[in-house]
């Protein structure tokens, strides 16, 4: 089941992320770091309504943030729609690595691409590391276009991949 995150699992989400980020990092992706994702942007998440996750009876073995607001860093990159305001923002998909080939990744994307089609957005617009190719491959997969290069100082010496699936 998805539904919207609570405060009270903060920790949870962030023990699910940490386990990805060391699931990564043994197959040399440094995607994820001590820096991020962080319990403040997840509480921020939360405070918007945009953290979503998915939950098999108590236990959440998925999460995903579905936003209409665009980072700043996002300003450098030429879009496929124009304007910002018909478009929402993917951020912090992840699914625990031992429910992982299970289909919730998929899930969650068809849930924000539903999302943003009953809320009547032009597109859906994220970014993925440049390092991991089965992230690369999913969203291609599924139809988004790949566009420019960014980078996460702080993240990564590496650039991410947008990408903007349009409806």
Not at 29 to 55: C, G, M, T
Request: proline content about 4%; glycine content about 4%; hydrophobic content about 35%.
């Amino acid at each position: 089941m998805i539904r919207k995150a609570k405060l009270s699992e903060i920790e949870s989400i962030l023990n699910l992320t940490r386990a990805c980020a060391m699931a990564m990092i043994e197959n040399n992706i440094y995607q994820w770091n001590d820096h991020y994702p962080s319990h403040q942007a997840f509480e921020e998440d939360i405070k918007r309504d945009e953290l979503f996750v998915f939950a098999q009876g108590e236990k959440i073995t998925g999460t995903i943030v579905i936003s209409a607001l665009k980072d700043e860093i996002y300003e450098q990159v030429n879009w496929l729609t124009p304007g910002d305001a018909d478009s929402i923002y993917i951020h912090r998909l992840a699914v625990h690595p031992d429910s992982q080939g299970q289909g919730i990744a998929q899930q969650l994307m068809n849930f924000a691409e539903g999302f943003a089609k009953e809320n009547k957005y032009v597109s859906v617009r994220l970014d993925t590391f440049s390092k991991n190719p089965r992230n690369n491959i999913f969203y291609t997969k599924r139809g988004y276009h790949k566009l420019q290069e960014i980078y996460f100082p702080k993240q990564s010496e590496f650039p991410f991949y947008c990408y903007e699936l349009v409806f």
